[in-house]
């Protein structure tokens, strides 16, 4: 079965360094995943998504996030974090029927 | 264009009542999921409609049921309410299956609070 595994449920940066957020997966096949971020009071806003191609992919907002499929992660990341940035991030992965299977979700801080 | 519209914004509701929650799509898209999300916790799958079909149910009750209609709004019926159905309702829509590789495009969101 599909899933997705985001192991930290917070994250704390300061602002103006690099941030990771991580993210793990299992499918069979080729995996679609993505990441989306919530803030709040707000429904799911949609960053990057990967499908084929470069391992190395750039979304919204500054972030990218680098597929490894041997490890088999999808980690997010910035260079350099904003106060902003704070918020609630979700990986996914969809589902062979179609659905989006998310995380439980990692709370981003990023401190002043 | 406008994005994915949900109402009501707010709800609140007591147990055993019953409650239907409204979404509109993106114009030109024919597919509309819901999912719940427990204060906490990701986003959990309970319906997919496409062209008015049921293309996916998650491992919800028979309390909750979705329709579709010919306009390609939705709505998600909860019937008998429990404490634990308070939660966000998230309703997404995405294109013809298989034109955006899984790409689904959320709406705002509903909170129930069931009391």
């Known amino acids: 079965a599909q899933s997705v595994a985001q192991p930290e449920d917070q994250v704390n940066v300061a602002e103006g360094n690099p941030l990771t957020v991580k993210c793990t997966y299992s499918?069979?096949?080729?995996?679609?995943l993505f990441w989306y971020v919530q803030y709040p009071n707000r429904g799911l806003q949609f960053l990057l998504k990967y499908i084929t191609g470069d391992n190395l992919v750039k979304g919204s907002y500054g972030f990218e996030a680098e597929f490894n499929k041997s490890q088999t992660s999808f980690h997010l990341k910035k260079p350099s974090a904003l106060v902003s940035d704070s918020a609630l991030y979700f990986c996914a992965v969809r589902s062979r029927d179609d659905k989006i299977i998310f995380g439980k979700g990692t709370r981003l801080h990023i401190l002043p | 264009d406008a994005g994915v519209t949900q109402s009501p914004t707010h709800l609140i509701k007591t147990r055993g009542q019953h409650v239907t929650l409204r979404c509109s799509p993106i114009?030109?898209?024919?597919?509309v999921s819901w999912y719940q999300q427990v204060l906490g916790q990701g986003p959990q799958f309970i319906f997919q409609?496409?062209?008015?079909?049921?293309?996916g149910r998650g491992n919800f009750p028979d309390r909750f049921s979705a329709r579709q209609f010919p306009n390609y709004s939705s709505e998600l019926n909860v019937n008998a309410l429990l404490l634990g159905d308070s939660a966000l309702y998230l309703c997404?829509?995405?294109?013809?299956?298989?034109?955006?590789?899984?790409?689904?495009?959320f709406g705002p969101g509903t909170r129930l609070t069931v009391l």
């Open positions: 499918v069979s096949g080729n995996p679609y």
């Open positions: 997404a829509s995405g294109g013809a299956a298989g034109q955006t590789q899984g790409m689904q495009y």
């Open positions: 114009s030109g898209h024919k597919s």
């Open positions: 409609y496409y062209e008015k079909e049921e293309r």
